[in-house]
């Protein structure tokens, strides 16, 4: 690890773990996260830690909240269980409190909300219990918005979605633009009176796959004073898997600091091949979602233990170290210290 990446803020704007963790019964909770995740989290030198709630579709739609609400109280206990390390995080002063302690903030965030429908009023309830980031579709259709899986119907946020957006920025939840369908996010743009944040969206012009941002929309987010945190999941940085290296990554970011500015760009991993291999039963190994293979991962890369690579890798590249610290976590921490 270089001095660079020890010295530095190192944020992850998106890691699945929740899902793994909470699958295990919750006495194990605070203990798996301690055995498994924790370690590879200090390793990669992360200070700053999103943590999605992800309902998979088996939940949906009859027990969705029920899900989001034991993923959430999973976050909760994790963090009581592991407190000489890492805390849940409510706003820019608990996350300086942590940092300075050594601790890992962790920020609690929801993808797609399923668990909510049309009730907009609900959002208030998440924002009680910890919620301060979240989207509003995942790949298809939700009460607020499309996903960027149908992308084909050309449709922006519904009544409930732009009450969501106003209610959002009421809060002080951060409106992630990740997932969002082309005309939501014009939509959204449109519409934001506070800077949005893209978790983990990859550069469109690098990989024409409807999960990534146009640079229309990099530099739209990024008008807003938001910030693009950029994937590193293999099938969304090139159409064929041997093509997905640390190399490839380092353009996309290049690519989404150059179109959005040196200050707009962060990383949203997405590290899913543990999570998938963790919670895939034998009978489904194989199985593609939506088209793309779940436990695809650069080498080297399949979790955040290796993050210090991109900070090396950055720097190989000549990229000046000021900038190089906005990209792996500065930039993020700026970002929550202005919303939080």
Request: hydrophobic share 45%; glycine share 10%.
């Amino acid at each position: 690890m270089t001095s660079l990446h020890q010295r530095a803020v190192v944020a992850d704007t998106h890691n699945d773990l929740l899902m793994a963790v909470s699958a295990r019964p919750p006495e194990q909770w605070a203990s798996f996260f301690r055995e498994r995740w924790l370690p590879q989290l200090v390793e990669g030198g992360v200070n700053l830690q999103v943590l999605p709630v992800y309902i998979e579709d088996d939940y949906r739609p009859e027990g969705a909240l029920r899900q989001t609400l034991r993923m959430i109280e999973c976050a909760h206990v994790l963090a009581e269980g592991n407190a000489d390390q890492v805390r849940i995080c409510l706003d820019a002063a608990a996350i300086d409190r942590a940092l300075d302690e050594g601790k890992i903030a962790l920020v609690l965030a929801m993808e797609s909300m399923p668990g909510l429908d049309a009730d907009v009023e609900l959002i208030s309830t998440m924002h009680r219990l910890g919620v301060r980031v979240a989207s509003i579709a995942h790949f298809g259709r939700t009460a607020l918005a499309d996903g960027s899986g149908e992308d084909a119907t050309g449709s922006g946020l519904t009544s409930h979605g732009v009450a969501a957006l106003a209610e959002m920025e009421r809060l002080g939840i951060v409106f992630d633009v990740s997932h969002l369908g082309a005309s939501g996010v014009a939509h959204v743009l449109e519409l934001a009176t506070k800077p949005v944040m893209a978790t983990h969206s990859a550069a469109r012009a690098l990989r024409d796959h409807h999960r990534n941002l146009t640079d229309e929309q990099l530099r739209g987010v990024a008008g807003t004073g938001g910030v693009i945190c950029v994937n590193f999941f293999a099938p969304f940085l090139a159409e064929r898997e041997e093509d997905a290296t640390l190399d490839r990554l380092l353009d996309h970011i290049e690519h989404v600091a150059e179109v959005a500015g040196i200050d707009h760009v962060g990383l949203g991993p997405d590290f899913i091949r543990e999570v998938m291999a963790d919670l895939t039963r034998p009978c489904c190994e194989g199985v593609t979602y939506r088209g793309v293979d779940p436990r695809a991962a650069i080498p080297g890369l399949a979790g955040p233990s290796g993050l210090p690579m991109v900070t090396e890798g950055l720097l190989g590249r000549g990229l000046p170290e000021k900038d190089v610290t906005k990209i792996i976590g500065g930039n993020v921490h700026r970002f929550f210290g202005d919303l939080l």
